[in-house]
């Protein structure tokens, strides 16, 4: 495993003791956390009042969880069932607390939310040309495309087994799932 400056100390492993599921979300969260992203939305939504779970610390992590595969603001529990990798998480009503003083605060919180998300970015790109130099071109097709990120998709049908109520299977009786992978490649080559 390659360890860069942000995740010295992490170690990623497949048996042992203390093993917890959504491992890989810490990466994500310290990620978050590294680029500024937690501490830009921190700041955008500071209120001045005393609180127990800074609200930019839940909003990150809400992100967190959504990058993780929630689909329901009860899937980011999943963080606090975990509290020897993650620590203390806030609780699902205070992350409805939060969701709703940013829709109270209207446009300016948007903009200082937009501001926040946006600076981490650019940080986050700019740390990848101090390492690599200017981003390669894309190839596709039979052209570079310069100055673009290439995001590729694919689903691929996978036969499953559900034991859910009013389930119903394709014509070979089984609930077929269609994950997504996704792979983002900076620059050009395959």
């Excluded at 005393?50 to 329901?72: E, F, K, P, Y």
Aim: hydrophobic content about 40%.
């Amino acid at each position: 495993m390659n360890v860069t400056a942000w995740a010295s100390g992490l170690e990623v492993t497949g048996d042992g003791t203390g093993i917890v599921s959504h491992a890989g979300l810490g990466l994500v969260r310290r990620l978050a956390d590294k680029t500024g992203l937690t501490r830009g939305l921190s700041q955008a939504l500071f209120s001045g009042r005393l609180v127990q779970h800074d609200r930019g610390r839940v909003l990150a992590d809400i992100s967190c969880a959504i990058a993780d595969g929630a689909r329901a603001i009860s899937d980011f529990r999943v963080l606090a069932d975990q509290a020897e990798a993650f620590g203390q998480v806030a609780s699902v009503p205070t992350v409805y607390r939060t969701l709703e003083e940013i829709t109270r605060g209207g446009t300016g919180t948007e903009q200082k939310l937009t501001a926040a998300i946006g600076a981490a970015r650019r940080y986050a790109w700019a740390q990848v040309v101090a390492r690599h130099g200017t981003l390669p071109g894309v190839r596709v097709a039979d052209k570079t495309l310069q100055g673009v990120t290439c995001i590729r998709i694919d689903a691929t049908v996978t036969p499953a087994h559900s034991g859910k109520e009013l389930a119903e299977g394709n014509f070979k009786g089984l609930c077929d799932v269609m994950p997504l992978v996704v792979s983002e490649r900076v620059g050009g080559g395959q």
